[in-house]
């Protein structure tokens, strides 16, 4: 593997690598991320440096520059991270750019002259520095006008040499000074909030934010033509809301219809691990082929309830509107979702002085996987008793 190695950093260095520069100290695989690196979060190229000084601190998720001239000192601190919109997709690099003051630039400087990192060769030149696969890997890049260094060090806590006492002791005091992790934090409080996965190339994923469309087909068997559309979000910009809403609506050829609009909110007063409350508003305007009555109804739900893990229920009242009549009466609400074989179930009930409306669904979910243009496809069926008029309608939906 060395000899490999070695081969390949000749070829890059044959090829242009040092840019009429001396290379001190280089890893092929660090070196090629970084140089990706440096093109999507727009750094400077040390390799056409013609500064007295450059030097670049790299850890995930975060670079620290400072450059200095005869009569000019400089420096800044980018933090980035990956963004994949589902978890195999190619992902993205959002970054940020912060700049430091002259004083702050300054005291960095300092900093790296006082560490006595910059004559240290690169983790695979010293002797019983170990490699693993898990660990942070640091990387310092050097330049002056007739010099490059690149150089990483693998995990330098776990290390048991000299050498890893002056690299901790380096990071330490350039993250401290600097406040590294606040500024990463605050980095990371400021993303947009979407559904996807963040990620500062740890290995680990930061968080996913919950937030999804369906969109498709709605019909019924008296209703046979229609859509569906729904969205539910956790976050409008930065503020956490937790809503979501919902349309549908069915029609036939001969003017009869049957819409049905739905707006939800959860975690209002409740938000425990497996347990949180919710209040929705749903508003149907139907015109219904049904005699001897009129066949035109409006009703207006209002419901709270709870969340147990899988489990919910909820009650509320529900205020029906007909030409000749109005009713106001209780509804009542239950869902399950089975997860081995990813079905839910949904009952709901309006009870009235001598009416009993019910509706029954079952959604069946189909996940085609990451590398499917269409994630999710679902299909549903429900049986509903309203006023005596019975239909069954059928959704096909997929989830954006």
């Given at each position: 593997m060395r000899s490999i190695q070695i081969i390949i950093f000749f070829l890059l260095f044959n090829y242009g690598f040092s840019q009429n520069k001396?290379?001190?100290?280089?890893?092929?695989?660090?070196?090629?991320?970084?140089?990706?690196?440096?093109?999507?979060?727009?750094?400077?190229?040390?390799?056409?440096s013609k500064n007295d000084?450059?030097?670049?601190?790299?850890?995930?998720?975060?670079?620290?520059?400072?450059?200095?001239?005869?009569?000019?000192?400089?420096?800044?601190?980018?933090?980035?991270?990956?963004?994949?919109?589902?978890?195999?997709?190619?992902?993205?690099?959002?970054?940020?750019?912060?700049?430091?003051?002259?004083?702050?630039?300054?005291?960095?400087?300092?900093?790296?002259?006082?560490?006595?990192?910059?004559?240290?060769?690169?983790?695979?030149?010293?002797?019983?520095?170990?490699?693993?696969?898990?660990?942070?890997?640091?990387?310092?890049?050097?330049?002056?006008?007739?010099?490059?260094?690149?150089?990483?060090?693998?995990?330098?806590?776990?290390?048991?040499?000299?050498?890893?006492?002056?690299?901790?002791?380096?990071?330490?005091?350039?993250?401290?000074?600097?406040?590294?992790k606040e500024r990463y934090g605050l980095f990371k409080e400021s993303l947009p909030k979407r559904n996807g996965f963040y990620d500062s190339n740890g290995g680990v994923v930061a968080y996913h934010i919950y937030s999804t469309t369906y969109l498709g087909y709605s019909g019924a068997t008296k209703l046979p033509l229609g859509f569906f559309a729904s969205h539910f979000t956790s976050y409008l910009g930065k503020k956490k809301v937790n809503v979501g809403g919902l349309v549908q609506y069915n029609f036939d050829t001969n003017g009869f219809y049957h819409l049905k609009l739905r707006a939800s909110k959860s975690v209002l007063f409740?938000?425990?691990?497996?347990?949180?409350?919710?209040?929705?508003?749903?508003y149907q305007n139907r015109k219904i082929d049904i005699k001897p009555i009129n066949n035109h109804f409006k009703n207006h739900q209002f419901l709270y309830g709870l969340y147990f893990d899988n489990f919910g229920i909820g009650a509320g009242i529900e205020y029906l509107k007909q030409p000749h009549f109005n009713k106001t009466g209780l509804v009542f609400y239950a869902s399950n979702y089975f997860q081995k074989p990813n079905i839910s179930t949904t009952a709901s009930s309006s009870i009235f002085n001598n009416q009993i409306n019910y509706k029954i669904d079952f959604e069946r979910n189909f996940n085609l996987g990451d590398q499917s243009p269409i994630d999710n496809i679902s299909v549903s069926i429900g049986y509903e008793d309203f006023m005596n008029y019975k239909d069954v309608y059928f959704n096909i939906v997929t989830r954006f």
């Open positions: 001396q290379i001190v100290g280089d890893t092929v695989f660090w070196y090629k991320y970084a140089k990706e690196l440096e093109h999507k979060i727009e750094l400077t190229d040390f390799e056409k000084f450059s030097f670049r601190f790299r850890s995930y998720g975060q670079v620290v520059e400072i450059i200095k001239d005869s009569t000019n000192i400089s420096g800044s601190v980018t933090n980035y991270i990956y963004y994949r919109r589902k978890e195999n997709s190619e992902r993205k690099t959002l970054f940020k750019k912060e700049f430091l003051s002259v004083a702050q630039a300054q005291n960095i400087y300092d900093i790296i002259q006082n560490a006595e990192i910059l004559n240290l060769p690169s983790d695979e030149e010293i002797k019983n520095w170990s490699q693993e696969f898990d660990g942070i890997t640091y990387i310092f890049e050097y330049a002056d006008k007739s010099t490059y260094s690149f150089k990483n060090y693998w995990a330098p806590k776990v290390q048991e040499v000299p050498e890893a006492h002056k690299v901790n002791k380096f990071v330490r005091n350039i993250s401290d000074s600097l406040k590294l409740i938000k425990e691990e497996k347990l949180r409350d919710f209040v929705s508003y749903i």
